[in-house]
């Protein structure tokens, strides 16, 4: 029986037992991103990267001035300006890389700095940004023999973190943006359920043949790794891959069935729906509770090696949209975005085991991101498809500058706009990065041929303004309270005390050939044992004596033995005994701790509260002070009305007095005038009664000249008659008489005039529609139309047009004098191709009213030949009016 050592059985036994009392837990939510007022801001870094010309004949319209300057200038043929001469632009950014730069160089200057960020708990972008054909996705991926930025970010992560990685399914992302945190043995048991489960298809290894592709992208002697890695803690690395097509987000890592021989997406634009391809479905983005954005539902897959990253790389990149242009072979027809995100937690006090407490788990992450290039489709003569991914490329890339402007302008002016996140997916994702903390870096891809230069010319403008955006700083990494060295102290005790057990023997020595050989040359040396004949009493004596021997040395070893394991034993349980007492207060301690966070979290909880109490009373004052200002100003803008109104009531009262003095001078001026008139008017009557008086006079003194004349004549008859007298003439009487009288003769009577009228239209024998709407007055007038064999209607319809050969409309309006004007508008009905009934107007007559006493409207009432009109109307008698009370007209 071998005691005096540790076995694998009871090592694994202790092991289960620690974890299991540390229990599982989960990683807490980083906290988002806080606005502090005195954060330190850094501005969007932003380079240049020029590649080279295709052919060494094309023009080019890019000069490179300095480090940190490019200038523009126009192309043979392409005028700038009015007056003919070339317009020269130069351009300012952090660096610019010339047409020889290596990937090397450019990694070393832009993503390295990302990638120490990263392991120190910050987060980070990169993208590129430029026109179609620029070099953006060769940049950032590179070709076999020069990777590109993105493997070599991968490449430096796992070179700093390869040896202090976690088991898998340590970490666990659980679906929400967040982390889980599980001990050994459920990280074990996943494992082992993973493995089990063929059907599911299982997470990349990092035994399996990476792809040709990316086999030999990055060569050793460029590798590099950071200097920033706590060896106190352990990491795991999470990669996810999405594209942003058409503005819809889809999963490039998502297993579903693929056929690569058969097109995926249809001419126009639709996918193929059948049973060979189900066309992948879209994600959605979410807002964690710390108001971080994420791709909710995306594969999160946790790679161990370079090239395992590597190929779960490649697997999404197949699956990308890329399409041939006339601009570019494998024109991206989508943003990529793929995410690095790295989990790190400590050890606990002894080395050994993940620290499982939530609160000292951070997450960061590295977002890399190569945007489609903008294009115009004047020039890629783009197409059905073709042509709408084109057109949301450039939209998005709009949405992007007219975000990066409005921040500009908020943080230049003070300005609070709303910056249009949300009109993109692209700028909607990446919402935390301007609006919360971390670095941001741009390239900006530039193709000097001399065709783009007014796209280049755009996004030059574009990635100037871009470098006066800031974003916060990002903070430092955690400070862990647990000592440094944890793990070379847990490394170290592991190693002495297995050299321990190895002095002491252990399972592994007492197979060793060359400790049983030396154990057998300690024993005594047996004699010659050969007997000569049957009475040799020297022999058999001197061989059970060196037995003897041997027994008695055999059973000191097995003492010694016995007494080495009973001490080994007692060490056991004293070091087990140390455990336990270790155990119960780490226990203890863990109580402690967990209602120290409990106080924590009630007290958070309380701080929450009161944060939000105290947002809602500033919010409440905001709402009050905006209430307040918009009455102060209602009551500005009443005062003012106020004033204004008075004004207009103190001109109005003055306006009026004026107007009352005027018209009691006109009162004035008109009384005195009817006076005078009045009084001229007695004075004509007076003179004309006197007239009469006196014509009467006159008519009786010639009666009774003739009375007397006639007794005369009679007395005279007898006898002989003298000679009349000559009397005066009448017509000199006459004359007076009309001299002093003011009214003149009366005329004889006047016949009435009945004249001819034409016969109307209406007399015929066809029959009529007499439509006489429902809002025309009855005149109670003598002449009226009346029409034979009609159809009386006030509103036309089809059927008694159709039994009919002619239509009236009897019309009312006012006329000019006042009275009421009666218009009867004749057609003809016929029949038209359709089957319906059409109205042909050919005659209008016009039936008016007047009055007879009524003054003309074109004279004016002060003139002289209406006064002398009126006074000979006043003394005129009245004659007969042969006008009817209808008057009939033909109008063309």
Not at 73 to 100: C, M, S, V, W
Not at 605 to 617: A, F, G, Y
Not at 714 to 724: D, I, L, N, Y
């Amino acid at each position: 029986m071998k005691r005096g050592k540790f076995s694998n059985e009871d090592r694994i036994r202790c092991e289960i037992l620690t974890m299991q009392r540390t229990g599982k837990s989960k990683t807490p939510r980083r906290h988002g991103p806080k606005k502090a007022s005195n954060t330190e801001k850094d501005p969007v870094g932003v380079y240049c990267r020029i590649r080279p010309l295709g052919a060494e004949d094309e023009e080019c319209c890019v000069d490179m001035i300095s480090s940190s300057t490019i200038q523009l200038h126009a192309p043979d043929g392409l005028k700038a300006n009015r007056n003919g001469e070339y317009k020269e632009t130069q351009y300012t950014f952090k660096k610019i890389f010339g047409i020889n730069t290596t990937q090397i160089e450019l990694f070393e200057e832009i993503a390295k700095p990302l990638i120490d960020d990263l392991i120190d708990c910050k987060n980070g972008l990169l993208f590129t940004y430029g026109v179609t054909g620029s070099g953006k996705t060769f940049t950032m991926t590179g070709a076999p023999g020069d990777g590109g930025l993105l493997p070599r970010s991968l490449d430096m992560l796992f070179n700093s973190i390869g040896s202090f990685q976690a088991k898998r399914f340590v970490f666990k992302p659980d679906e929400k943006n967040g982390m889980e945190i599980q001990n050994q043995v459920d990280a074990l048991l996943e494992r082992q359920k993973r493995e089990s489960q063929q059907s599911v298809p299982k997470t990349p290894s990092s035994r399996q043949r990476a792809d040709p592709e990316f086999a030999d992208m990055i060569s050793a002697e460029e590798a590099c790794k950071s200097e920033n890695v706590d060896e106190d803690c352990c990491y795991s690395v999470f990669v996810s891959y999405v594209e942003i097509y058409n503005n819809y987000i889809y999963d490039l890592l998502e297993d579903a069935s693929f056929d690569p021989i058969r097109s995926k997406w249809l001419g126009g634009g639709t996918p193929v729906r059948n049973n060979e391809f189900i066309p992948p479905q879209s994600k959605i983005l979410r807002e964690d509770q710390n108001h971080n954005m994420y791709v909710a539902g995306c594969t999160e897959v946790e790679v161990k090696s370079t090239e395992e990253a590597f190929e779960v790389f490649w697997k999404g990149q197949k699956k990308r949209r890329t399409a041939n242009t006339q601009l570019n072979r494998e024109s991206s027809r989508s943003h990529s975005v793929f995410t690095v995100k790295l989990a790190q937690a400590p050890l606990d006090a002894d080395g050994d085991h993940i620290l499982q407490d939530r609160n000292q788990v951070n997450v960061s992450q590295l977002c890399l991101v190569d945007l489609a290039g903008s294009e115009r489709t004047s020039r890629t003569r783009a197409e059905g498809s073709r042509l709408r991914e084109a057109g949301n490329i450039n939209q998005s890339l709009m949405t992007l500058r007219t975000c990066m402007e409005v921040l500009r302008e908020n943080q230049m002016y003070g300005t609070n706009k709303m910056v249009p996140y949300r009109d993109s997916k692209v700028t909607h994702l990446f919402k935390n990065y301007f609006d919360g903390e971390g670095k941001v870096r741009m390239i900006l891809c530039v193709n000097p041929k001399a065709d783009d230069y007014e796209e280049t010319m755009l996004v030059m403008r574009f990635a100037e303004m871009t470098q006066e955006v800031e974003v916060a700083r990002p903070a430092d990494g955690p400070i862990y309270v647990l000592p440094a060295g944890r793990r070379q102290r847990h490394q170290a005790s592991r190693d002495e005390m297995s050299r321990r057990i190895e002095e002491r023997g252990g399972p592994g020595n007492s197979d060793d050939p060359n400790l049983l050989n030396r154990l057998i040359e300690s024993l005594p040396a047996l004699p010659p044992s050969e007997v000569v004949d049957a009475f040799d009493d020297q022999t058999l004596p001197r061989l059970v004596e060196v037995l003897e021997k041997r027994q008695h040395i055999r059973q000191m070893i097995s003492e010694q033995f016995k007494t080495k394991a009973n001490t080994l034993m007692s060490m056991l349980q004293q070091f087990d005994n140390q455990h336990s007492a270790k155990e119960t207060f780490l226990h203890n301690q863990q109580s402690k701790l967990n209602e120290k966070d409990k106080v924590v979290v009630s007290q958070r909880t309380e701080l929450e509260r009161l944060e939000k109490k105290s947002k809602m009373l500033e919010y409440k004052i905001d709402i009050l002070q905006k209430t307040t200002d918009m009455y102060e100003q209602d009551k500005r803008s009443l005062q003012h009305e106020l004033e204004t109104r008075e004004q207009r009531l103190q001109r109005e009262l003055g306006e009026r007095r004026r107007l009352e003095q005027r018209m009691h001078g006109v009162v004035t001026d008109t009384r005195h005038k009817w006076e005078k008139e009045c009084e001229r008017r007695v004075n004509a009557k007076q003179l004309e009664m006197q007239n009469k008086l006196w014509v009467k006079d006159e008519k009786l003194k010639q009666l009774k000249a003739i009375v007397t004349e006639s007794s005369s004549t009679s007395g005279a008859s007898s006898t002989e008659c003298p000679e009349k007298p000559a009397r005066p003439s009448r017509e000199r009487d006459k004359n007076i008489t009309q001299k002093r009288s003011a009214s003149p003769s009366p005329t004889p009577t006047a016949l009435p005039v009945h004249p001819m009228h034409r016969r109307s239209h209406s007399a015929g024998g066809e029959k009529w529609v007499d439509h006489k709407p429902s809002s025309n007055l009855d005149l109670d007038t003598v002449m009226q139309p009346i029409i034979p064999n009609a159809i009386k209607v006030s509103t036309p319809s089809e059927k008694a047009l159709s039994k009919c050969q002619k239509y009236v409309l009897r019309h009312q309006e006012l006329a000019s004098d006042g009275e009421i004007e009666t218009k009867l508008i004749k057609g003809n009905v016929f029949k038209t191709r359709g089957g319906g009934q059409a109205v042909q107007f050919t005659d209008i007559e016009t039936l008016t009213q007047e009055c007879p006493t009524a003054p003309s409207r074109k004279r004016r009432s002060g003139s002289a030949e209406a006064r002398v009109q009126r006074e000979n109307n006043e003394n005129v008698p009245p004659v007969s009016s042969s006008s009817h009370g209808y008057q009939k007209r033909r109008k063309p």
